[in-house]
């Protein structure tokens, strides 16, 4: 029996959604910009899936640009208001996908001045820490909603609401990709200007995603072409991804309950694992406010590649700490800004809404089976180390 734990990653596209890509291939091929039928047949297809997009946002549908995805819906939210700011001073989260941090990155040569703000031990940035980390010259702000490896939440409205009151005029960029889908979402309670969010973690097609831009707000488009999406995303539209994206979002909203019960197998997962564990514990307190579906568990001394491995003979499939971050060597940056140890593993358990009390089980007892397999090699090793 299979159980796929690693939705943060990515999650399998519904049914609907298939059918809805297959439908748009199929039937709805001409470019939404021709002037005949076909193709306003076609630009009608996209403004609904606008409309979907915009509905699971709470957002106005003429405030959806639409992106090849997280990573480009990020990029666009953050480059975009850097290109047109006075200022060249930006904070960012240290926990910040790579997606937020490496664009920031890339603005220190170009002569920005950036500022991290640490997290505390509960996986969080304090909404003190990032109103004290704002200068006079503060032109872009990034915290994200949900934090992908440890599915921890952020205070963004605190935030937003401060720099309200306060009549802040800086750029407030939102990455919300482990956040929307399933728990309600209505950006007019952030206080942002721009709030990204991925197809492929919401069950939708991979290769899409989605730019909410508050009106009024501005930012520059990251290449000029045809000014397809308002100007701000030129290239032919992707239009089967971004109607199964907007299937996707309007099938989310069909299921207000879920994150509970996520949450629920999450929860149980969790009490599972530390208690057939002895030395399991999660990675942030469990009372922290969390995103529903990600359980971090922390197993100290062990690796955690043998331990993936295991898992995966055993049917399960999850993650060391962030998938993106199994490419480079050594704790994430997420779980160094926190200080953990890389002697320690860290695995991401993530849940989607068809996930199963079946899948939390199996993987319960694998990985005290896991665990068990590997804690002996690791006794041997220790016991007899190779000259
Ligand atoms: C928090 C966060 N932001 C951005 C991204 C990038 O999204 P995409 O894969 O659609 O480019 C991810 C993907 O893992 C993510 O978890």
């Given at each position: 029996?299979?159980?796929?734990?690693?939705?943060?990653?990515?999650?399998?596209?519904?049914?609907?959604?298939?059918?809805?890509?297959?439908?748009?291939?199929?039937?709805?091929?001409?470019?939404?910009?021709?002037?005949?039928?076909?193709?306003?047949?076609?630009?009608?297809?996209?403004?609904?899936?606008?409309?979907?997009?915009?509905?699971?946002?709470?957002?106005?549908?003429?405030e959806i640009v639409f992106t090849s995805g997280g990573t480009e819906a990020n990029a666009l939210g953050l480059l975009g208001a850097a290109a047109l700011a006075?200022?060249?001073?930006?904070?960012?989260?240290?926990?910040?996908?790579?997606?937020v941090l490496r664009s920031a990155e890339s603005l220190v040569s170009k002569g920005w001045q950036l500022s991290k703000v640490a997290p505390t031990p509960d996986?969080?940035?304090?909404?003190?820490?990032?109103?004290?980390?704002?200068?006079?010259?503060?032109?872009?702000?990034?915290?994200?909603?949900?934090?992908?490896?440890?599915?921890?939440?952020?205070?963004?409205?605190?935030?937003?609401?401060?720099?309200?009151?306060?009549?802040?005029?800086?750029?407030?960029?939102?990455?919300?990709?482990?956040?929307?889908?399933?728990?309600?979402?209505?950006?007019?309670?952030?206080?942002?200007?721009?709030?990204?969010?991925?197809?492929?973690?919401?069950?939708?097609?991979?290769?899409?995603?989605?730019?909410?831009?508050?009106?009024?707000?501005?930012?520059?488009?990251?290449?000029?072409?045809?000014?397809?999406?308002?100007?701000?995303?030129?290239?032919?539209?992707?239009?089967?991804?971004?109607?199964?994206?907007?299937?996707?979002?309007?099938?989310?909203?069909?299921?207000?309950?879920?994150?509970?019960?996520?949450?629920?197998?999450?929860?149980?997962?969790?009490?599972?694992?530390v208690e057939a564990i002895p030395q399991a514990t999660t990675t942030v307190p469990s009372a922290t406010p969390r995103a529903p579906h990600i359980a971090s568990?922390?197993?100290?001394?062990?690796?955690?590649?043998?331990?993936?491995?295991?898992?995966?003979?055993?049917?399960?499939?999850?993650?060391?700490?962030?998938?993106?971050?199994?490419?480079?060597?050594?704790?994430?940056?997420?779980?160094?800004?926190?200080?953990?140890?890389?002697?320690?593993?860290?695995?991401?358990?993530?849940?989607?809404?068809?996930?199963?009390?079946?899948?939390?089980?199996?993987?319960?007892?694998?990985?005290?089976?896991?665990?068990?397999?590997?804690?002996?090699?690791?006794?041997?090793?220790?016991?007899?180390?190779?000259?």
């Open positions: 029996m299979i159980a796929y734990l690693d939705n943060a990653a990515s999650t399998p596209p519904l049914p609907e959604v298939l059918a809805a890509v297959m439908h748009t291939m199929t039937d709805l091929y001409a470019n939404p910009s021709s002037a005949h039928g076909l193709g306003a047949a076609a630009a009608r297809a996209l403004e609904q899936a606008r409309s979907e997009v915009a509905s699971l946002l709470r957002a106005q549908p003429a006075r200022g060249r001073h930006m904070v960012v989260s240290a926990i910040e996908h790579p997606a996986g969080r940035v304090s909404a003190e820490a990032v109103l004290a980390s704002l200068r006079p010259d503060t032109a872009v702000l990034a915290v994200m909603l949900a934090n992908n490896e440890l599915g921890t939440l952020q205070p963004v409205a605190e935030i937003g609401s401060a720099l309200r009151t306060a009549g802040r005029k800086l750029h407030f960029h939102v990455d919300a990709v482990q956040f929307a889908g399933l728990i309600p979402l209505d950006v007019a309670t952030l206080g942002a200007d721009s709030l990204a969010i991925s197809g492929h973690k919401l069950h939708g097609p991979k290769g899409t995603g989605a730019l909410w831009l508050r009106k009024g707000a501005r930012v520059a488009p990251l290449w000029d072409g045809g000014r397809q999406e308002n100007g701000l995303r030129s290239g032919t539209e992707n239009l089967p991804g971004w109607v199964g994206l907007g299937r996707a979002a309007a099938l989310c909203q069909q299921d207000p309950q879920a994150g509970a019960k996520v949450a629920a197998l999450r929860d149980r997962l969790e009490f599972l694992v568990l922390r197993l100290p001394g062990l690796p955690a590649e043998p331990l993936l491995h295991a898992l995966e003979a055993k049917g399960v499939y999850a993650s060391a700490g962030a998938a993106c971050s199994t490419r480079t060597r050594g704790p994430s940056h997420v779980l160094a800004a926190m200080g953990i140890r890389d002697q320690d593993a860290v695995l991401r358990f993530s849940l989607s809404r068809l996930s199963t009390e079946s899948d939390i089980k199996t993987a319960a007892l694998a990985l005290r089976e896991a665990v068990d397999e590997i804690a002996s090699v690791v006794e041997v090793r220790r016991r007899d180390p190779k000259p």
